[in-house]
């Protein structure tokens, strides 16, 4: 069975400085999907970016980018120029080919500090 | 277009009791998957549905069931409510084609079982 692992219960950042979640995951796939989504205290899980297994780039969304190593099964996030507004959870998913079922870490939970 | 909707938003209920969550998909979205999210046990992959079936089950015991109805509208049903139920159970959407896609979350229904 597939598993993702965020190591990083909690993590803080000042205002306007980059910080990087981490996040691994297991599988003996080969195509699969990875995603970062975004829990702010409304509860609404928000999609923040999404890698393909296949794709050597990494992801990219204005401030957030990801750093994929597929033989280390590595997924992390980077968040640059972080704002008030980014403070949530942050969940790493795994979603395998062919399927509709997110396997999700345990979460990090990021505050910004002004 | 109009985001995932689910109703209801809040809901108490006592132990023994059963209760029916409503999701309502983005527009043009066929698949619906659900998830609990708990304190413990993080986010959950219950079950997903695709064209009124179900594709996809979780490691949930039977009184967890659900349907979608023609218009791609889900239920999921809850019987027998045990206090460990209590969570926020939030619904996804998918367009799916030839392979997976990103999952839209509604808001969730936090439910309460005393």
């Known amino acids: 069975a597939q598993t993702v692992t965020q190591s990083q219960p909690e993590m803080s950042v000042q205002e306007a400085e980059t910080v990087t979640l981490s996040c691994t995951y297991d599988t003996s796939e080969s195509d699969y999907y990875l995603f970062w989504y975004k829990q702010p205290p409304s509860r609404q899980m928000i999609l923040v970016i999404r890698q393909e297994a296949y794709k050597q780039q990494n992801a990219t969304e204005n401030r957030f980018s990801v750093n994929f190593q597929k033989a280390a099964k590595s997924f992390s996030l980077k968040i640059s120029d972080s704002q008030l507004g980014d403070a949530a959870m942050y969940f790493c998913?795994?979603?395998?080919?062919?399927?509709?079922?997110?396997?999700f870490g345990q979460g990090t939970r990021l505050t910004i500090n002004p | 277009k109009a985001g995932v909707t689910q109703t209801p938003r809040y809901l108490i209920k006592t132990r023994g009791q059963q209760v029916t969550l409503s999701c309502s998909p983005i527009?043009?979205?066929?698949?619906v998957s659900w998830y609990q999210q708990t304190p413990g046990q993080g986010l959950q992959f219950l079950f997903e549905y695709f064209s009124e079936t179900q594709r996809n089950k979780g490691n949930f015991p039977g009184r967890f069931s659900g349907r979608q109805f023609s218009n791609s509208r889900s239920e999921m049903n809850v019987s027998t409510l045990e206090l460990g139920d209590s969570a926020l159970y939030l619904c996804?959407?998918?367009?799916?084609?030839?392979?997976?896609?990103?999952?839209?979350f509604g808001p969730g229904t936090r439910l309460t079982v005393t």
């Open positions: 998913a795994y979603l395998a080919q062919g399927a509709q079922k997110l396997v």
């Open positions: 996804a959407s998918s367009f799916v084609t030839g392979g997976p896609t990103e999952q839209y």
């Open positions: 527009s043009g979205h066929r698949s």
